[in-house]
T-cell receptor, first 114, second 116 residues
């Protein structure tokens, strides 16, 4: 069964600190992995996307890593800001259909305190 | 942000009412999707469309229906709303991806539906 598991479920950090979010997946055949940021009451917005051959991708203070062998990914946030408070969702796409089906994790709820 | 819009943003209605959630995109994308998301849970695909006159059911069984008469418009309808339909509904569209590598989906802001 294709699944995406994220940890931790929730995380509280102080402004300016760094943090790392984890994602494990069993989706096969693998196409790509994305990290989305979803603010409360809003739709998800893509942060990074990585294919099988990419093992790291950065977008400003966000750096994602991918280990396709162990089927693990992480999202590292540096120098956190209050605006980083959101749910971070790991999404994996398969190559098994013309739809390019997406498998979503439940997200990590990040809260940044001043 | 992508040009995909959903209305209304919030809707509170009584049981038994018929409702239509609107979704429009101005990017000319052929593929469009409807997802349902409960608090703290993952998004579940309930409907999708490959293009005009194409509609398919997703992974999660839903009593809602959709139509795709125009490329830019993908409305979702509930004929008789019930409290179990209370959820957030997210619409998305994706750009052409001939290589099937990225399938980038762009999401609307969502509609928060509450059925009393």
């Amino acid at each position: 069964k294709n699944q995406v598991e994220q940890s931790p479920q929730s995380l509280i950090i102080l402004e300016g600190k760094n943090c790392t979010l984890q994602c494990n997946y069993t989706v096969s055949p693998f196409s790509n992995l994305r990290w989305y940021k979803q603010d409360t009451g809003r739709g998800p917005v893509s942060l990074t996307i990585m294919t099988f051959s990419e093992n790291t991708k950065s977008n400003g203070r966000y750096t994602a890593t991918l280990d396709a062998d162990t089927k693990q990914s992480s999202l590292h946030i540096t120098a956190s800001q209050l605006s980083d408070s959101a749910s971070y969702i790991c999404v994996v796409s398969d190559r098994g259909s013309t739809l390019g089906r997406l498998y979503f994790g439940r997200g990590t709820q990040l809260t940044v305190w001043p | 942000e992508a040009d995909i819009y959903q209305t209304p943003r919030y809707l509170v209605i009584g049981t038994g009412k018929k409702i239509t959630l609107e979704c429009s995109q101005t990017m000319g994308h052929d593929k469009m999707y409807w997802y349902q998301q409960d608090p703290g849970m993952e998004l579940h695909l309930i409907h999708y469309s490959y293009g005009v006159n194409s509609t398919e059911k997703g992974d999660l069984s839903s009593e809602s229906t959709v139509s795709r008469i125009r490329t830019e418009h993908f409305p979702l309808t509930l004929e008789s709303a019930r409290p179990s339909h209370t959820s957030q509904y997210l619409c998305a569209s994706s750009e052409p991806d001939p290589g099937g590598v990225y399938n980038e989906q762009f999401f609307g802001p969502g509609t928060r539906l509450t059925v009393l």
